[in-house]
């Protein structure tokens, strides 16, 4: 059930997140932003940068904070960052929002690995947990862009981003 649990806490976490840069995307190009084929490859690099450098210290930190504290505060960038998003149009700013996307990427990155071994520990059941993990977070990163997406053609982006955020606050 603990894994079942944390993998239905990943699908909502992808189903969220993973909607949220193609959005960004489209309501720059909507709304003219001449600027914004170089404002989205800021977007997708700029929170890999982040993950690359922040990873280690999220292996460091589990020791210290411990699992629960650190998963949450990777999942709770999420919400944070849609809210955030549907305050503003801002191009820079969405840019320096979107830099939680990096933090959350690698707290849970680095966490999903830990947790799913704590719950399996003594099992022989790592990798088919890790299978259901996975699966899971593939699903609701699929999903994502046609749940969101539907939501963006029939609402405002500030919609669309409200209801991303209370998806990412079940997670």
Request: zero cysteines; a neutral charge.
């Amino acid at each position: 059930p603990a894994v079942l649990t944390f993998a239905a806490g990943l699908f909502l976490f992808q189903l969220a997140n993973a909607a949220m840069l193609p959005v960004v995307g489209a309501a720059l190009v909507y709304d003219g932003e001449s600027r914004s084929s170089l404002i989205v490859a800021a977007l997708i690099i700029l929170p890999q940068i982040v993950v690359a450098l922040l990873a280690p210290w999220v292996g460091r930190q589990v020791q210290r904070w411990g699992r629960l504290p650190l998963l949450l505060l990777g999942f709770g960038a999420l919400p944070l960052r849609a809210l955030l998003f549907a305050l503003t149009a801002d191009p820079l700013f969405l840019v320096g929002l979107q830099l939680l996307d990096g933090i959350s990427g690698a707290i849970v990155g680095v966490l999903t690995v830990l947790v799913t071994a704590d719950l399996t520990h003594g099992t022989g059941r790592f990798n088919l947990a890790q299978g259901i993990v996975g699966t899971a977070s593939g699903l609701g990163a699929a999903l994502s862009t046609a749940l969101f997406g539907l939501v963006a053609a029939n609402f405002n982006w500030a919609a669309t981003f409200l209801s991303v955020a209370s998806v990412g606050l079940l997670a």
